[in-house]
């Protein structure tokens, strides 16, 4: 059955891999990116595979951005069966957004988050959010999360914007008011040869299709489908305990509310 998947940050790296192997298998995917001469190559680069795709421009440091993408979408689509929230900042020569949020936060953690939230209507039950998490995470300053206080370290904002994904995941997940979504957060595998990680720490890194196997799995296969609000981390090659604030509701509510308030104040 051929399905209609979402995955932002898609013109390179591992985004780019994982629609590569899902257009092959004949999906309809989505393709989103920032710079639109990338989106087109990305685009042109799949066109001869047996699935099909379109294409989708958005800013995900602008919440205006994400709000307007999951229009696009669903003006185009009346279903959506999976949604991977792969796109993801790490360093940047500006790390503040135009509404003032540190970037890290904003990309990878508050847009993933509004984008879920408005595309969930397009999908069934069977549907699938994967959340792209990380090895890297940290506890999260609330105040840096709604922008207050500037962490200074590339790495402390990664790390914590990938644990506040990570948490909000989980929350969703078991929220009494789900509605049968199946919701994961995934850690592809460590240092992969993504931009990200050339431009992060200098070195070339991993085969890209270690975290575009385990980010297709996610999407598709049926070990996924029953194992919502957990952590897949690809490293172990396993679903694994995530980091401890994860299994604390408390905290994750803490989380999902902060993220709630700052984007109902936008």
Known sequence: MTKTILIT???????????????????????????PTKLEAAAKSLSALPGSVASYVADLSRMADVASLAQAVAKNHPTLDVLINNAGVFKTPNTVTPEGLDVRFAVNAIAPYLLTQQLRPLMPTSGRIVNVSSAAQS?????????????????????????????????????????????????????????????????????LRIGADILTRAALADEFAVASGQYFDNDKGQFASPHADVLDPQKCQTVVTAIETLLADL
Do not use: C
């Open 9 to 35: 940050g898609s013109t390179d790296g591992i985004g780019l891999e994982t629609a590569k192997i899902l257009v092959s298998k004949g999906h309809r995917v989505l393709l989103h990116g920032r710079n």
């Open 139 to 207: 506890p999260v300053n609330l105040e840096a999360l709604a922008g207050r206080v500037q962490l200074t370290e590339d790495f402390t904002a990664y790390a914590q914007s990938k644990l506040a994904l990570t948490m909000w995941s989980r929350s969703l997940a078991l929220s009494p008011t789900g509605d049968g979504l199946t919701i994961i957060a995934v850690n592809p595998g460590s240092m992969l040869g993504s931009k990200m990680v050339k431009e992060g720490f200098g070195v070339a890194g991993g085969d």
